[in-house]
């Protein structure tokens, strides 16, 4: 997904954690045995390597919790027939707008379905960005 170099910004972190997702979800490797790869193979710096490491984590701790969202949000699809790229560009995303709050939800949308418009099929971004845009809208809102 990424070619050589440097992780130098969120973006690119978020790429290298959806291809962490990604292979766990294909080929059911460990995700630390894939971090650890990655993050030999890519010159990551340190806060990119930790944000990467928290949204991995958080996925694969609440994945039940955001196979079930997405389930409420996408009825039409099993869960198991959404595309591997769709679905896990969706997890990632909601995992940082539910327990990130260093980035607004609208910059995690943009950043998801761009995410699907690189590496996802045609629809995926339309897809992606609907089934994020409901949950925001459903979204009970905080009182601060």
Not at 42 to 71: K, P
Request: proline letters at 3%; charged letters at 25%; glycine letters at 6%.
């Amino acid at each position: 997904m990424l070619g050589t170099g440097a992780v130098t910004n969120r973006r690119e972190a978020r790429v290298v954690a959806l291809q962490v997702l990604c292979e766990r979800d294909i080929v059911r490797h460990d995700a630390s045995l894939i971090l650890d790869r990655l993050f030999a193979e890519f010159d990551v710096m340190t806060r990119h390597s930790e944000f990467i490491s928290d949204l991995v984590e958080n996925v694969l701790v609440n994945i039940e919790e955001l196979d079930s969202i997405i389930t409420d949000y996408a009825p039409s699809w099993p869960i198991s027939q959404i595309a591997v790229v769709d679905r896990n560009v969706i997890r990632l995303a909601l995992a940082e707008i539910k327990w990130s709050v260093e980035t607004p939800e609208g910059a995690v949308i943009n950043e998801a379905v761009e995410l699907a418009k690189a590496f996802g099929a045609e629809n995926s971004a339309g897809f992606v960005n609907g089934v994020l845009g409901s949950f925001v809208v459903g979204m009970p809102k905080s009182n601060s």
